[in-house]
Nanobody, 123 residues
Framework: QVQLVESGGGLVQAGNSMKLSCVVS????????MGWYRQAPGREREFVAV????????IYADSVKGRFTISRDNAKNTVYLQMNSLRPEDTAVYYC????????????????WGQGTQVTVSP
């Protein structure tokens, strides 16, 4: 079975940093783009970032550009989201995502989802 398991969420003060991880099994990791979405209460789930098969192409939402960095380690079947200069409006459940095509993941959504991890940014 395909599994995407996030970790690293929690409570952090505004201005500080946090790094999320997602470990993937049950698919060919190096032939899938990997990304992140987030959803705050009462809001639509929104795209955050994606990395292509080897991480050579990355796309970020305007709201996180310059603050967040996506990376991947194909030897560990793991994708990361480094989040710097966090703001209260970054508070959301963050979901790991996988799809063969990075543009499809970013534009219409992924084939596979993780269960999510809560990130709370206090003022």
């Amino acid at each position: 079975q395909v599994q995407l398991v996030e970790s690293g969420g929690g409570l952090v003060q505004a201005g500080n940093s946090m790094k999320l991880s997602c470990v993937v099994s049950g698919l060919t990791f190096s032939r899938h783009a990997m990304g992140w979405y987030r959803q705050a209460p009462g809001r639509e789930r929104e795209f955050v970032a994606v990395a292509s098969w080897s991480g050579g192409i990355t796309i970020y939402a305007d709201s996180v550009k310059g603050r967040f960095t996506i990376s991947r380690d194909n030897a560990k079947n793991t994708v990361y989201l480094q989040m710097n200069s966090l703001r209260p409006e970054d508070t959301a459940v963050y979901y790991c995502a996988a799809d063969p095509a990075y543009n499809r993941l970013a534009a219409v959504g992924p084939d596979y989802w993780g269960q999510g991890t809560q990130v709370t940014v206090s003022p």
